[in-house]
């Protein structure tokens, strides 16, 4: 099995522009999930999403952020205007029931 | 409020030393505790809990769950300088997979 697999792995973008995080579940997970980590506030869940379907955003930091899951092997997270402080890696899991397998990860660089 | 709290939040040690890594919780309703390791990409899952009393164990870690003191311990024996790591815990709320993370424990281990 590969994983969960994110692309990019590395993104280096101006303030204002868009970004957009690819994330591929593993195969048979139900639920996934979009998590950020900084040195700052540790690991933050953003959102997840149960068959497809988003079930609790509330960690969105605000409504530059938004994710879609249009099928059961692929998701999207979009920020956009992006600013400075968006800067951090951004991971994405999945998992049935309790136990998360996490992807490498996107390490987002806004200047 | 539910929250998942670690320590220590470091710990320097030497190759040979055993380590014990704390996580207590307060979650209502809980079903259970997942401990992860962190090296330098995404965290990787260890061990979960779900039962108080019983040990899981995976070659020189082992973990184990108290219910009623709201706490779980990691252990870690003969450590080696490839156990430098962040440990993390993380437990669901009630009813949802929004998981609590505590901030960590970073494990360094000397030669």
């Known amino acids: 099995d590969a994983g969960v697999i994110q692309s990019p792995r590395h993104e280096v973008t101006e303030m204002g522009q868009e970004v957009t995080l690819r994330c591929k579940p593993i195969?048979?997970?139900?639920?996934l999930f979009w998590y950020r980590q900084t040195m700052m506030r540790g690991l933050e869940l953003l959102i997840y999403f149960n068959n497809n379907v988003p079930i609790d955003d509330s960690g969105m930091p605000e409504d530059r952020f938004s994710a879609k899951m249009p099928n059961a092997s692929f998701s999207t997270l979009k920020i956009q205007p992006s600013e400075p402080r968006d800067s951090a890696v951004y991971f994405c899991?999945?998992?049935?029931?309790?136990?998360?397998?996490f992807g490498p990860g996107t390490r987002l660089t806004v200047l | 409020e539910d929250k998942v709290v670690q320590s220590p939040l470091s710990l320097v040690v030497h190759e040979g030393d055993t380590v014990t890594l704390n996580c207590s919780y307060e979650v209502t309703n809980f079903r259970s505790l997942l401990w992860y390791k962190q090296e330098k990409k995404a965290p990787t899952f260890l061990f979960m809990l779900?039962?108080?009393?019983i040990e899981k164990k995976s070659g020189r870690l082992s973990s184990i769950l108290d219910k009623k003191e709201l706490f779980s311990i990691l252990n870690i024996t003969a450590t080696q300088t490839g156990d430098s790591a962040i440990y993390l815990c993380?437990?669901?709320?009630?009813?949802?997979?929004?998981?609590?993370f505590g901030t960590g424990t970073r494990l360094k281990v000397l030669a």
């Open positions: 899991a999945s998992s049935v029931r309790d136990t998360q397998y």
């Open positions: 195969s048979g997970h139900d639920y």
């Open positions: 779900t039962s108080s009393g």
């Open positions: 993380a437990v669901p709320p009630p009813g949802t997979y929004k998981y609590i």
